[in-house]
């Protein structure tokens, strides 16, 4: 197994801001600590956050957040990216559309996915299918997850994208 971490939009404005969820906070201890382990293991991490501009497709149906430049689009300070960690923007749900992440991914021989962030039913769980169908294997940190609208994903991500879920106290036995 050659893992990567990705962590998806744990951002200011999904933790604390205009899209922020009572459960969303509750995700960043067991962030910080798949980060601890990760950095540890010298595996690369990989944060891959919404940087909308006006007009991208998403701000009509959730209103403005994470805007390009903002201090609502910057990564939560408890957890913030270190200079060897890759930082992608994206302008739409899932961490592969139209990035450089499965290029990244691939370069550095990565075959598995370790994804945390928010929302599990929304931005993770396209990202978790976009990994599905290029041919990663599928972790998700289950501590390190919040739902906004699903709150049964679980069940969905084992079925289709035979995805392994798991809390953050795991991760090392597991990699």
Known sequence: MRPALIIIDMLNDFISGTLKTEEAISTVKPTKKAID???????????VNDSHYNNDF???????????GTDGAKVYEEIKPEKDDFVLEKHAYSAFFQTPLDYLLRTNGIDTVF???LDADICVRHTAADA??????IYVIKDAVAARIDKNWE????????AN???????EKII
């Open 155 to 162: 069940i969905y991500y084992k079925k289709v994208y035979n």
């Open 132 to 137: 599905f169908f290029r041919g990663y294997k």
């Open 58 to 68: 998403e701000i009509p149906l959730w209103g403005p957040h994470a805007m390009k």
């Open 115 to 117: 994804l945390a962030g």
């Open 37 to 47: 382990v990760f950095r540890r293991r010298k595996y690369p991490i990989f944060y």
């Open 165 to 171: 879920i798991v809390y953050s106290e795991e991760l």
